[in-house]
């Protein structure tokens, strides 16, 4: 096992990310009762542990806040990404509709963004999930533009799925994609390769499958495709992150947790590195063999 968690060029921006990264859904007391205090002593951790990349949103609920407040003076020890486009209230909780595609609301967004976290600018800026027409009627590739000229983020990026992603990648102006991707969602595999080929740097969310039941369909995929016994030693979740740590196109994977032991477990996994070869091999091979292939 390796002794700290390796890195990964993050494409065109040359940023050496970590491969395990940190997403701050869970910090921001949206999705489960976290207080500041322990929101606080994850994100040290989380820090501490050696990760170097952190994605959040202002629709997070209060994870920007938290961020700021507690490590905003370790900001040169970590890569900050969040997003915008979110249509939220006082509270940080998405409002309907939950995204405004407008140069207004990107210029909100930032500014502050950059308040709640307490930095004068951050590394990656990204649509959160916009459609290609949308980016183009509201001519946000130019707002967006503007916003890195003024030293608000370094780079910019989307947040995308098919259709869209390879679209937005052929448009050659992102730096970043953040896309959904697992052993158990392997739609956009090739498409991803494909972007990092363009030279984006590549954001994996759900690398973990995390937060589905056993019944849940992406399990039931599992169990079609005997992955239980390719195992070995490893837990499914294990399985499943080496197995998105694997694909060399993944050049950051963010996994949130307010758990301070899932968060020691995943750093252990990451710490163990890709799948072996023949392991890999044979899990796609099984996947594809029940119908879970990457579209073409």
Same mark, same amino acid.
């Given at each position: 096992?390796?002794?700290?968690?390796?890195? *990964?060029?993050?494409?065109?921006?040359? !940023?050496?990310?970590?491969?395990?990264?940190?997403?701050? &859904? #869970?910090? +921001? =007391? @949206?999705?489960?009762?976290?207080?500041?205090?322990?929101?606080?002593?994850?994100?040290?951790?989380?820090?501490?542990?050696?990760?170097?990349?952190?994605?959040?949103?202002?629709?997070?609920?209060?994870?920007?806040?938290?961020?700021?407040?507690?490590?905003?003076?370790?900001?040169?020890?970590?890569?900050?990404?969040?997003?915008?486009?979110?249509?939220?209230?006082?509270?940080?909780?998405?409002?309907?509709?939950?995204?405004?595609?407008?140069?207004?609301?990107?210029?909100?967004?930032?500014?502050?963004?950059?308040?709640?976290? *307490?930095?004068?600018?951050?590394?990656? !800026?990204?649509?959160?999930?916009?459609?290609?027409?949308? &980016? #183009?009627? +509201? =001519? @946000?590739?130019?707002?967006?533009?503007?916003?890195?000229?003024?030293?608000?983020?370094?780079?910019?990026?989307?947040?995308?799925?098919?259709?869209?992603?390879?679209?937005?990648?052929?448009?050659?102006?992102?730096?970043?994609?953040?896309?959904?991707?697992?052993?158990?969602?392997?739609?956009?595999?090739?498409?991803?390769?494909?972007?990092?080929?363009?030279?984006?740097?590549?954001?994996?969310?759900?690398?973990?499958?995390?937060?589905?039941?056993?019944?849940?369909?992406?399990?039931?995929?599992?169990?079609?495709?005997?992955?239980?016994?390719?195992?070995?030693?490893?837990?499914?979740?294990?399985?499943?992150?080496?197995?998105?740590?694997?694909?060399?196109?993944?050049?950051?994977?963010?996994?949130?947790?307010?758990?301070?032991?899932?968060?020691?477990?995943?750093?252990?996994?990451?710490?163990?590195?890709?799948?072996?070869?023949?392991?890999?091999?044979?899990?796609?091979?099984?996947?594809?063999?029940?119908?879970?292939?990457?579209?073409?």
């Amino acid at each position: 096992m390796q002794t700290e968690l390796a890195k *990964r060029s993050l494409g065109r921006t040359e !940023l050496e990310v970590t491969q395990l990264g940190f997403g701050g &859904v #869970e910090i +921001g =007391g @949206l999705t489960r009762d976290m207080s500041d205090e322990a929101a606080g002593r994850v994100l040290h951790a989380v820090l501490d542990s050696g990760i170097n990349f952190i994605d959040t949103a202002p629709d997070y609920g209060l994870s920007e806040e938290r961020i700021g407040k507690h490590i905003s003076y370790r900001r040169n020890t970590f890569y900050l990404a969040t997003k915008c486009g979110c249509n939220i209230g006082p509270d940080g909780a998405r409002q309907d509709p939950g995204h405004m595609w407008t140069a207004e609301r990107l210029r909100r967004n930032i500014d502050q963004s950059l308040q709640r976290m *307490r930095t004068d600018y951050i590394d990656v !800026l990204q649509m959160h999930n916009p459609s290609v027409e949308e &980016v #183009e009627q +509201g =001519g @946000l590739v130019e707002v967006l533009q503007d916003i890195k000229q003024a030293g608000k983020t370094r780079f910019i990026g989307v947040s995308s799925t098919a259709p869209h992603l390879l679209a937005f990648a052929r448009m050659g102006v992102f730096d970043t994609f953040q896309i959904p991707y697992s052993a158990l969602e392997r739609r956009h595999e090739q498409m991803i390769q494909a972007a990092a080929d363009m030279g984006a740097g590549i954001i994996i969310r759900g690398g973990i499958a995390k937060g589905h039941r056993e019944s849940d369909e992406r399990w039931a995929k599992w169990e079609r495709a005997r992955l239980d016994d390719l195992l070995d030693d490893m837990n499914r979740y294990e399985f499943v992150l080496r197995f998105t740590l694997t694909h060399l196109a993944c050049h950051t994977t963010i996994v949130g947790t307010g758990d301070l032991n899932h968060l020691q477990a995943n750093v252990a996994t990451a710490k163990a590195g890709p799948l072996p070869p023949d392991v890999y091999e044979q899990a796609r091979d099984r996947l594809a063999q029940i119908g879970e292939a990457p579209e073409g």
